[in-house]
């Protein structure tokens, strides 16, 4: 089954009941047994919900999974993973990432003495090298956020696999119409599909999707445990949401394209961070391993300065200043001070992350407008 296909029918059914082509929002809490220990496959809805199941399902055909498991956000998911470890343990992870997952790792995970080591991962020798004996899980973001790094996934899970260690993508900035992480070699990827899964901004939730069948037990089993699941009325959005991810992502990708070429010549810019440019450090990897370049664009002034940043910030019509990204809309962010502000400020200067950088999630407007916003707030 072709991508375009998978997204509207893999893993859904009619309503048996119905006939509806929609999957029902099952807005229930208990189900009725028919006597103790007999029922039809569903107990409680924290365990099991059918709206949740019929988006796990359909998840897990997008990545080339066995199973996938839904939750209450993107970092809820993370949680589950982080989880998986043990006090004394370590993750690998790289040095550009999401500024909560970082938080998560560092401020909560860290205090129960799980230890985290952020490193640049541009190349692979350097993984191989940093491993160490208490590592049990790489931790991979590509396209890094905010600065668009690429990581080579197959030759770092090659590495890790030889060393028997765990390896996780967040495949939130790519999604899965542009990557396929499992089919590189990871053990698990995970997204926030409020992003680019569900392309509404309507919506809140996360999952992971493995290969494993003993990897999606533990995990299911932590998703029951811990309780953080999405509501059904959540998983109906997402559902909803990404029969029109093939067709958002074309247009979302084709936009940002000539966005990054046109910051590229604009005098007042001094840095466009987009994988499509040849003389982007890793474009060969991406090319071989993304079907296109992403729609995320991170740029940094000449006049390197908040304040800088500040007025191009406040001045744009259609690129709405806001946390996020992925949805049908454009959003213009400022992640020093909104999405990565909770890493310290000398963390974020050394992989390049200024005062002045600004990031672009490009939407499916028409592109000669968002153009013209761009260079009127520039």
Not at 106 to 128: D, E, K, P, Y
Not at 226 to 238: H, K, R, T, V, W
């Amino acid at each position: 089954m072709k991508f375009a296909t998978k997204v509207i029918h893999a893993g859904l059914e009619p309503d048996p009941s119905t006939g509806a082509i929609m999957t029902p929002i099952y807005q229930t809490s208990t189900y009725v047994q028919e006597a103790p220990g007999q029922h039809k496959g569903y107990e409680y809805a924290r365990t099991q919900n059918p709206t949740r199941r019929a988006l796990e399902k359909n998840l897990a055909a997008l990545e080339n999974g066995t199973d996938a498991i839904c939750f209450g956000s993107g970092l809820a998911a993370q949680d589950a993973v982080l989880k998986l470890l043990k006090t004394g343990e370590e993750i690998l992870s790289v040095n550009d990432l999401y500024g909560g997952s970082y938080r998560q790792m560092v401020r909560v995970f860290g205090v129960w003495g799980l230890r985290s080591r952020f490193i640049n991962m541009t190349h692979a020798h350097t993984v191989a090298e940093a491993i160490g004996p208490q590592t049990r899980m790489i931790w991979i973001e590509t396209p890094t956020n905010p600065m668009l790094n690429i990581v080579d996934i197959e030759a770092v899970c090659t590495i890790a696999r030889q060393r028997g260690v765990l390896t996780v993508v967040d495949n939130t900035f790519a999604s899965p119409y542009l990557q396929n992480p499992l089919d590189l070699g990871a053990d698990i990827v995970l997204h926030s599909a409020t992003k680019y899964l569900g392309g509404h901004s309507d919506a809140v939730l996360g999952c992971l999707v493995v290969r494993d069948a003993a990897l999606a037990e533990q995990l299911h089993f932590i998703q029951n445990a811990s309780g953080a699941i999405p509501g059904p009325m959540d998983c109906f959005l997402i559902l909803r949401g990404i029969k029109t991810l093939h067709l958002r992502m074309q247009r979302a990708c084709e936009n940002a394209e000539a966005i990054a070429h046109f910051l590229k010549r604009h005098p007042k810019v001094s840095q466009v961070y987009w994988p499509g440019f040849p003389d982007h450090p890793n474009h060969a990897i991406a090319r071989r391993q993304m079907r296109h370049f992403g729609a995320m664009i991170s740029f940094d002034l000449k006049e390197n300065s908040f304040e800088a940043a500040r007025q191009v910030l406040s001045r744009t019509r259609l690129f709405s200043l806001a946390e996020s990204l992925g949805g049908v809309e454009s959003l213009i962010g400022h992640p020093a001070s909104m999405t990565h502000a909770s890493i310290p400020r000398e963390e974020r200067l050394k992989v390049g992350l200024t005062d002045s950088l600004i990031r672009l999630s490009v939407g499916v407007e028409d592109v000669e407008d968002l153009i013209a916003d761009l260079e009127a707030a520039l």
